[in-house]
Every structure is written in C-alpha cells, then in structure tokens.
Nanobody, 120 residues
C-alpha cells in the first residue's frame, strides 16, 4: 500500500484544516489507519486511529473534541478534520496503515507526511 498525505498548510489559531490520506496499490479497507505527528525536536506521537470497519475511533487527549478521523473506503481515503487549531498542533502529520494500535510499530505502511503550521 502506498499512502499519500496531503492538505497541510499554514492556518491561524482557531482555524481548521482537513488532511487526506489517499491509498494506492491495495484497498485501504483491509487496514486500520492512524495519524501521528512529529513536532520539531520531538518524537513522533499518536494523534488518532480508526479501525478497518470505521466503527471505532480513538484520540489523543490533546486533540479530543477538536479533531475527527473518518474514512471513505469507496475513495480509498482517510481524512483528519482538525478544528480549533492551536500553535501546539504545529507538526508534520503522518498517516499510517496497519493494525489498530497507538504505537508506531503497529503500522506497516506510512505516508510521507504533510506540514501543519498554526501561527498568527
């Protein structure tokens, strides 16, 4: 599976962005999908995950209530809607496909990352 993350950019605090993770090569419906992020000088951290059926989601406490993960298997794409963005959300965001875990080693396939910068 090849993953392509897109949708990042520069946004003001309080604004919104929607990230997309498009898959090719194999159907994404066979996998759980997660988003991780890595801020400059920090380790990669779990953000959210969705199981292969789209019935279960999980969020890091820091984004709970502001971020929403969803999937459209007809389009072979997973989305991350990010609202009420804060400067501390600034990071490179990565999507990953694999097992339903909260650690990076649970996932077999990774996208290239998309930069999100929250600044006034």
């Amino acid at each position: 599976v090849q993953l392509q993350a897109s949708g990042g950019g520069l946004v003001q605090p309080g604004g919104s962005l929607r990230l997309s993770c498009a898959a090719s090569g194999r159907t994404l419906s066979a996998y759980s999908v997660a988003w991780f992020r890595q801020a400059q000088g920090k380790e990669r951290a779990f953000v959210t995950r969705i199981n292969r059926y789209g019935t279960t989601t999980d969020y890091a406490e820091s984004v709970e209530g502001r971020f929403t993960i969803s999937r459209d298997d007809a389009k072979n794409t997973v989305y991350l809607q990010m609202d009420s963005l804060k400067p501390e959300d600034t990071a490179v965001y990565y999507c990953a496909a694999g097992s339903f875990g909260v650690v990076a080693t649970s996932y077999y396939y990774w996208g290239q990352g998309t930069q999100v910068t929250v600044s006034s």
